[in-house]
C-alpha cells in the first residue's frame, strides 16, 4: 500500500509509530468517520490481508490515546464509533433513531462546554456531549 496521505504524518506529530495498518485504519476513518470497529475491520479486510479484529481495536485504542481519533458513543449506535479528532472540533451529532445514520452538525454554542448545568458538584466541566435524535427522510417515508 502506497503512503501518499496525510495519515502518516499526523501519527507521526502525535508520536506514533508509521505502520501500514494505523496508516489503513486512519484513512478508512477520513474517508468515512463514525465507524465502529468492525465496520472499520471489515472495510480493511478487502485491501489488508491479515488484519484481525483485535488489531483493528488495538489500533483504534492507540489513536485515541495519542488524540487523533475520538470515541463517540451513541445512544442507538450498538457499539462505540470512531471518528478523526481535529484540534478545536466541536461538533455534535445528529443521529436516526431507525437506521442509525450519524451526521455531524456544528455547535450551536461555538465552544466547549456548549452547557453548564445549574449545579456542578464542584466539578470543572469539560465538555457536554449532545446527541440529536432524529428520523431520517428515507426512515419518515418507509413508515
Ligand atoms: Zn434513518
Ligand atoms: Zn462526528
Ligand atoms: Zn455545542
Do not use: W
Request: with cysteine; charged share 25%.
Amino acid at each position: 500500500m502506497e503512503m501518499t496521505s496525510a495519515a502518516p504524518e499526523r501519527l507521526r506529530a502525535a508520536g506514533l509509530r508509521v505502520t501500514v495498518q494505523r496508516v489503513a485504519v486512519l484513512e478508512a476513518l477520513t474517508a468515512r468517520p463514525h465507524a465502529s470497529a468492525e465496520t472499520v475491520y471489515s472495510r480493511l479486510r478487502g485491501d489488508l490481508s491479515g488484519v484481525a479484529l483485535p488489531t483493528v481495536h488495538g489500533i483504534l485504542n492507540d489513536l485515541t490515546g495519542a488524540g487523533i481519533v475520538r470515541r463517540v458513543s451513541l445512544p442507538d449506535a450498538a457499539s462505540a464509533l470512531y471518528e478523526v479528532q481535529d484540534d478545536f472540533d466541536n461538533h455534535h451529532h445528529l443521529q436516526c433513531v431507525e437506521c442509525g445514520r450519524v451526521e455531524d452538525v456544528a455547535c450551536a454554542v461555538g465552544e466547549a462546554p456548549c452547557l453548564h448545568p445549574s449545579h456542578d458538584h464542584g466539578m470543572r466541566i469539560l465538555e457536554a456531549t449532545v446527541t440529536y435524535r432524529a428520523i431520517c427522510s428515507d426512515c419518515e417515508r418507509k413508515k
